[in-house]
């Protein structure tokens, strides 16, 4: 067998180890597309580094206020009663009170100092359209979202 034969078949192995090392590579990389309720296990108060932990790094971050104040108001054109109906219990297991929830409504509408964290998720496994949930942050820890 020839030099060159044998330099052409260890490239050619190379080539193929490469392809499958990225590959795997890709497969690890690949960030699992959020449902819906995998937002269930966020209350009020959580620090964003358990918030990614348990649902991934953002897809986006709004820091912006004039930002954030709009898409608060995305939020409450969007948002529906339907949890009210499906899941009486929510807020109240969101926020843990009244008087919380009321505190984390008055920050949220001064719009400065909140970021906002962009989430794109599917409503369940059957659905194909991708859709978007905001969660609110204050001093590193989570102080609203809204239910779309």
Not at 31 to 38: N, T
Request: hydrophobic share 30%; charged share 30%.
């Amino acid at each position: 067998m020839t030099t060159q034969k044998k330099v052409s078949r260890k490239s050619y192995i190379h080539i193929i180890l490469l392809v499958i090392l990225l590959s795997l590579v890709g497969c690890y990389s690949s960030k699992e597309q959020l449902r819906e309720d995998d937002f269930r296990i966020v209350k009020y108060g959580m620090e964003k580094q358990e918030v990614e932990m348990r649902l991934g790094k953002p897809d986006k971050v709004i820091r912006d206020s004039e930002e954030v104040i709009e898409a608060q108001q995305c939020d409450a054109d969007t948002s529906t009663d339907r949890w009210d109906i499906e899941f009486p219990n929510l807020y109240e297991n969101f926020y843990g009170s009244e008087k919380v929830m009321e505190d984390s409504f008055k920050l949220l509408e001064k719009g400065t100092g909140i970021d906002c964290y962009v989430y794109y998720y599917q409503r369940d496994n059957n659905s194909k359209k991708q859709r978007i949930w905001h969660l609110y942050f204050y001093d590193g820890k989570i102080i609203g979202m809204f239910f779309p």
